[in-house]
């Protein structure tokens, strides 16, 4: 009798839904068909369908709440009196003899396989109709943790049976044209994980924020991973690159970035709660929860249930504090990003927005407007305006009726795997999670514009800003034989635009890693014990409290930095540019001051190559390479070109390629080419002497002209002067590109000529020129015109 009534999740498999749920299913799945590979899941067992329809029967509710929902159906507005009246019915509902002997038997089983008497376990619901491809049930029933004996076990069961009627499950099944007396409950109990001793979280095997499929991101906190699915933490973020995963010489690691991990949930004693909130320590909220091992080993299994499945997923993990083991708890389809078209690109553009008021982690790629709505709780619903911007500490399911009239989302609390982050993807809504003070500067009524349009960060800005989207039609591009690459800055950013086209990376400006990200002049990292500004030394600890070696500090960043640029593309090539900062911007670095002269015309003075060997930069140009050298060679991104700015003469790159030497960085080993960037008029003079030097040139057309034509490209008096279609820049460009393939060398541009003058793109294609390098948003337009230019020369 009891098999009727009770499953062994070692027993179950993908097509058992109907028996047991979706997540349970899913979970038997896994223990039996993955086991092999590493992966753990927590033993247990789950109650049937039957077990479900057999406790309704007894207890006469089948027809009292067809009844209800009946009322429902005649006026919404009843919904939280129809719920709480269907839930009430199962808590002082009892279980048929059968049915409570089949559960705490199995209870009983469990815990002796285990070796352990009043085992803890989870209980978890699972609803027949939950975890499909096309309908996402996250976070509609309930869980109970920390559950143990034969009554609460009970009580746990019965609860999440009632949990199917939650309001949010019951206008969920409305909305989604579900049956709600045809969707079963079935509870899965697994011995409990003591993540309250370590930590928990999520991973998606897909990026949640652009579809980039190549991609594993896990979100970890301390305790319970209810902190990161309710989003009341803001997490660590760790991304992965799945495609060197199987290679064990790389650790492909291309983000890590610690969160603040205020509080923890832990199981307790004390109380009716079996769980309680406290607050971390500072060793806590400054150390990773996991380690790059466990990093990869996660990221191993997100792929492997990934390619079980065929499906991307969306993985619940957690890890005994007691073992130190890491298991999986939940795994299910995940339904935003694997079911968009992935034939048109959408693209949003700010073009005028007014002042920066709030920042946090943007969700999603979109931009939206409207006026603040403060909300405290979901039960305020009648406060909030249609298409408002909802600003809260954090959400819940019960959120969810107030998120669908909301124009955007803003929450102070979360990361990217919390349930505002979840529900914002599934509704198309652009949200700025993790805040912080959201609630604080923000005020009801005030106009706002949310802009996730700008990369892993997103932005409140003051007012109504202006902006404009752009659909573009992938399978439109036409293809041309000059190779359209992409300018990208932004590590974020860079992951945007995978679905372009594109040929590869023709400018990745380290500039901007170092400027917006790590902030610190690399030689203030070097000579810390030297530094005598007590401000900078401030800022300096604050930014590197995670790091025992502040240099190393410096080269993670950037190498994770550039890891995710040259991901984006891979296996395509990627330039990266060594960094080209003018003194006066160097200066304007945190520490910088310290270490850079003042210069009467930094354009044309120490800047680019002549850095590099200087024993004024030295040390600080060796942490770029360092950088460069884990890119490729630890996180295994060997399709990394590096490329040299600003070098006047043969001589001077014959030191810049002997410090690189020097740096682990040699010029043919390991597959590493090194250009050099064209913007002075002796690498033309000289094309053929650099051109046994370096393997290919890039064009940089801006500072190419101002050299050539003696005009300062930022006066605004000389502004008319300044053209990059001049005869004589012109006639410099077709002479490199003639030197250079006489040595089989091959020239790129990455300037914004080809952008803004049709004319100009033409022109290149005629002089034969290898590859232009556009911005992401002018690509189409420059792709379109190189194929004409090509139709003509034909």
């Not at 009554?151 to 199917?164: G, I, T, V, W, Y």
């Not at 002067?721 to 990455?750: N, P, S």
Request: glycine share 8%.
């Amino acid at each position: 009798m009891a098999k009727q009534y009770v499953r062994w999740l070692e027993n179950l498999g993908s097509h058992d839904v109907p028996v047991v749920g979706g997540k349970n299913a899913s979970l038997g799945e896994m223990i039996q068909q993955l086991r092999a590979t590493g992966i753990r899941v927590p033993e247990g067992f789950a109650t049937t369908a039957q077990a479900y329809w057999e406790f309704l029967e007894s207890n006469h509710l089948n027809k009292k709440i067809a009844h209800q929902l009946e009322e429902l159906r005649k006026d919404r507005q009843e919904l939280s009196k129809v719920g709480k009246t269907i839930r009430g019915w199962f808590y002082e509902a009892d279980f048929p003899a059968p049915l409570a002997q089949a559960i705490t038997q199995a209870y009983h089983q469990l815990a002796d396989h285990i070796g352990r008497q009043n085992l803890d376990v989870a209980v978890r619901s699972s609803a027949t109709a939950e975890d499909l491809p096309e309908a996402s049930f996250a976070g509609q029933q309930e869980s109970f943790l920390n559950i143990s004996g034969e009554e609460n076990l009970l009580d746990a069961c019965r609860r999440c049976f009632a949990s199917l009627f939650t309001d949010r499950a019951i206008i969920y099944r409305e909305n989604h044209g579900f049956d709600h007396l045809k969707v079963a409950l079935s509870a899965g109990i697994q011995r409990m994980v003591r993540s309250d001793k370590a930590g928990a979280g999520v991973m998606f095997s897909i990026d949640t924020e652009t579809g980039f499929p190549d991609a594993v991101l896990i979100n970890a906190a301390w305790g319970l991973g209810e902190s990161v699915v309710q989003g009341i933490v803001d997490p660590d973020e760790y991304m992965v690159f799945k495609p060197l995963l199987k290679n064990p010489d790389y650790h492909p690691i291309i983000k890590k970035k610690i969160g603040e991990k205020a509080l923890k949930i832990v199981y307790t004693t004390e109380g009716k709660k079996p769980t309680q909130t406290l607050d971390t320590t500072k060793k806590e909220r400054l150390h990773p929860v996991l380690n790059d091992e466990e990093i990869l080993t996660l990221a191993r299994w997100a792929t492997t249930i990934e390619d079980h499945y065929d499906l991307p997923m969306d993985i619940e993990w957690a890890k005994d504090g007691m073992t130190h083991e890491l298991f999986i708890v939940q795994a299910r389809p995940e339904t935003v990003q694997s079911r968009k078209e992935t034939s048109l690109l959408q693209t949003y553009t700010l073009k005028q927005k007014g002042e920066q008021l709030l920042s946090g982690l943007s969700i999603g790629n979109a931009i939206a407007a409207g006026k603040v709505c403060k909300l405290h709780s979901a039960a305020e619903i009648d406060r909030f305006e249609d298409n408002g911007v909802l600003v809260t500490e954090m959400t819940d399911p019960d959120w969810v009726p107030i998120m669908k009239r909301a124009a955007a989302i803003v929450t102070n609390h979360g990361g990217r795997t919390s349930h505002a982050a979840i529900v914002s993807r599934e509704l198309g809504l652009p949200a700025v999670v993790g805040t912080g003070k959201g609630t604080e500067i923000l005020q009801g009524g005030q106009a706002i514009t949310v802009s996730c349009a700008e990369g892993d960060e997103g932005f409140i800005y003051e007012g109504i800003a202006d902006f404009e989207t752009q659909d573009i039609s992938l399978e439109d591009i036409p293809k041309t034989k000059t190779q359209v690459m992409l300018n990208l800055a932004h590590p974020a950013g860079a992951l945007r635009w995978w679905l372009l086209p594109s040929d590869g990376v023709g400018l990745a400006r380290m500039e901007f890693i170092i400027n917006n990200i790590i902030k610190i002049h690399p030689m203030a990292l070097v000579k810390w014990n030297e530094l005598e500004d007590p401000e900078a030394r401030q800022k300096i600890d604050e930014l590197t409290a995670t790091w025992e070696d502040k240099p190393q500090y410096f080269v993670d960043t950037l190498a994770q930095g550039v890891a995710r640029i040259a991901a984006s593309q891979y296996p395509k090539p990627v330039i990266v540019r060594m960094s080209d900062f003018k003194t006066n911007e160097y200066a304007a670095l945190i520490g910088g001051h310290a270490f850079e002269p003042k210069e009467p015309n930094p354009m044309l003075g120490w800047r680019g190559a002549s850095r590099y060997y200087s024993e004024d930069y030295r040390e600080g140009f060796a942490l770029e390479c360092q950088a460069i050298r884990k890119a490729r060679e630890e996180i295994g991104l060997d399709n990394i070109i590096i490329m040299i700015p600003f070098c006047r003469t043969p001589p001077e790159a014959d030191k810049v390629l002997e410090v690189l030497a020097e740096n682990g960085l040699t010029r043919g080993e390991s597959g590493l080419q090194v250009y050099v960037m064209c913007e002075i008029p002796s690498n033309i003079i000289l094309a053929r002497q650099f051109a046994d030097r370096f393997d290919g040139f890039s064009i940089g057309s801006n500072d190419l002209t101002q050299l050539i034509l003696g005009v300062d490209r930022d006066s605004n008096r000389l502004a008319p002067l300044f053209d990059e279609q001049d005869d004589a820049v012109k006639e410099m460009i077709t002479t490199v590109i003639r030197h250079a393939h006489e040595k089989q060398r091959k020239v790129g541009l990455c300037g914004q000529a080809p952008s803004d003058y049709p004319e100009f793109a033409h022109f290149l294609v005629q002089a034969n020129i290898d590859s232009i390098s556009v911005n992401p948003d002018s690509f189409v337009k420059v792709k379109e015109q190189i194929a004409a230019a090509e139709n003509e020369e034909r």
